[in-house]
């Protein structure tokens, strides 16, 4: 169904449908000129996720964004996040609670060691997966580690106010 009303602009949607997948296109124009009206309606024609990259968001919150949209198109969305409360770890599929360094040679390694496992004993992982206990039993870890680090920390008497 066409959303858009575009007129004219037969040739420019002519030269992005010739394009061949993956791609990247560079539109620019005057301000007004209708480079986004023509973005979305060749978008209009194909499965999409349109994502306004805003340049006065902070980049923390533009991924938050960007990985609501990719759930919200029905994608898996797998986040490494050392915060299991924000926002990207709670929306995400599956979320990773670690530093990203640490947490992609791992993640390579583990992908390359379950390649050679049949489909159906990777469906069942995938069927018993609960993210909301992973994030849980995280949020439960880092209380315990910080409750044993705040214990063993000297103490110089003070004040409790
Ligand atoms: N070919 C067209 N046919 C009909 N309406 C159009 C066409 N091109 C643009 N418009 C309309 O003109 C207005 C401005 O277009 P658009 O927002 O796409 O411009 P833009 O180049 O992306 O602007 P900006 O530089 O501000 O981002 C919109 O209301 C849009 O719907
Ligand atoms: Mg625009």
Redesign the pocket.
């Known amino acids: 169904m066409a959303v858009i009303?575009?007129?004219?602009?037969e040739r420019e949607l002519g030269l992005l449908r010739r394009l061949r997948e993956p791609f990247l296109a560079v539109v620019y124009?005057r301000?007004?000129?209708?480079?986004?009206?023509?973005v979305l309606k060749f978008l209009e024609e194909r499965p999409h996720l349109y994502f306004f990259v805003n340049p006065r968001k902070p980049p923390r919150l533009l991924l938050e964004e960007y990985g609501e949209a990719l759930r919200r198109l029905g994608k898996t969305v797998i986040a490494i996040d050392l915060n299991p409360l924000s926002r990207t770890a709670q929306a995400a599929s599956v979320t990773i609670v670690d530093n990203v360094t640490r947490a992609m040679p791992k993640l390579v390694e583990t992908v390359t060691r379950l390649k050679s496992w049949d489909r159906e004993r990777l469906l069942g992982i995938l069927r018993s997966y609960d993210n909301e206990a992973v994030l849980a039993d995280a949020v439960s870890h880092i209380a315990k580690r910080l409750t044993e680090i705040a214990a063993s920390l000297p103490r110089r008497g003070g004040v409790v106010v």
């Open positions: 009303k575009l007129y004219g602009r124009g301000r007004r000129v209708g480079k986004t009206a023509l």
